[in-house]
Nanobody
Framework: QVQVAESGGGLVQAGGSLRLSCATS????????TGWHRQAPGKQRELVAF???????TYVDSVKGRFTLSRDNNKSTVYLQMNSLKPEDTAVYFC??????????????WGQGTQVTVSS
């Protein structure tokens, strides 16, 4: 199993910055991808960014140029640096980790989420 824990959320004014952290533990050697989703009130959860097995990072269009996803050298922690924040970025941000179960299956583990609130 993999444990996922987020931190770093908070309240910030529009135009400000926050950095979210996502620490994974447990069977992390079999984690193939880690990323972030967010869910705003009354909206569906949406993908924000993720880093795949080859280290390639993918972003949703709405955060490109403002958010940067990175990870530490041992690949157990990923960071989401969020700059130029907008009120529409307000959401609960969830980190996930995909663990390889076998050649055809992955198991996704989620963190509890961290609230990001951007005031106008």
């Amino acid at each position: 199993q993999v444990q996922v824990a987020e931190s770093g959320g908070g309240l910030v004014q529009a135009g400000g910055s926050l950095r979210l952290s996502c620490a994974t533990s447990g069977s992390t050697l079999s984690v193939i991808s880690t990323g972030w989703h967010r869910q705003a009130p009354g909206k569906q959860r949406e993908l924000v960014a993720f880093i795949g097995a080859g280290g390639v990072v993918t972003y949703v269009d709405s955060v490109k140029g403002r958010f940067t996803l990175s990870r530490d050298n041992n690949k157990s922690t990923v960071y989401l640096q969020m700059n130029s924040l907008k009120p529409e970025d307000t959401a609960v941000y969830f980190c996930y980790a995909d663990q390889v179960v076998d050649s055809q299956n992955l198991q996704r583990y989620w963190g509890q989420g961290t609230q990001v609130t951007v005031s106008s």
